[in-house]
C-alpha cells in the first residue's frame, strides 16, 4: 500500500509560480509511473501531467505544455510539479497519483492506483 501526501500549495497571483510536491512511503516508489491531476469545484478531475518510473517519458495536458515540468527523485521517493506563469483557471486542487504500470503514461484517473489527498492551488486575477 502507498501513502502519498502533497504539499507546496498556497494562493498565488497570476503570473506567479509554485512547486508541488508529493511524498511517498510504504511501496517501491521507484516501479511506479506518477502523474498529477487537478480538480477545480463543481468540475471533474483532470489531468495535468505525468511521468514514467525512471523519468524517461513525460506526457502533459496541451495546456499545461510549456508552462508545467514534473520529475521525481527516486533517491527522495518524491514527485515535483513546477507550475510557472500560472493562470486563474489553474486554480484547483491538485492531486498526485502512483500507477503500478511503470511504463504508463496514464491520462485517466482509473489507471491509478493510489491517491492522495490533494492540495489547494488559488490563483488570483
Known amino acids: 500500500q502507498v501513502q502519498l501526501i502533497e504539499s507546496g500549495g498556497g494562493l498565488v497571483q497570476a503570473g506567479g509560480s509554485l512547486r508541488l510536491s508529493c511524498a511517498a512511503s510504504g511501496g517501491t516508489f521507484s516501479s511506479y509511473s506518477m502523474g498529477w491531476f487537478r480538480q477545480a469545484p463543481g468540475k471533474e478531475r483532470e489531468f495535468v501531467a505525468a511521468i514514467t518510473y525512471n523519468s524517461g517519458t513525460t506526457s502533459y495536458e496541451d495546456s499545461m505544455l510549456g508552462r508545467f515540468t514534473i520529475s521525481r527523485d527516486n533517491s527522495k521517493n518524491t514527485v515535483y510539479l513546477q507550475m510557472n506563469s500560472l493562470k486563474a483557471e489553474d486554480t484547483g486542487v491538485y492531486f498526485c497519483?502512483?500507477?503500478?504500470?511503470?511504463?504508463?503514461?496514464?491520462?485517466?484517473?482509473?489507471?491509478?492506483?493510489?491517491w492522495g489527498q490533494g492540495t489547494q492551488v488559488t490563483v488570483s486575477s
Open positions: 497519483a502512483a500507477n503500478r504500470a511503470r511504463y504508463s503514461i496514464g491520462r485517466t484517473p482509473s489507471v491509478y492506483s493510489y
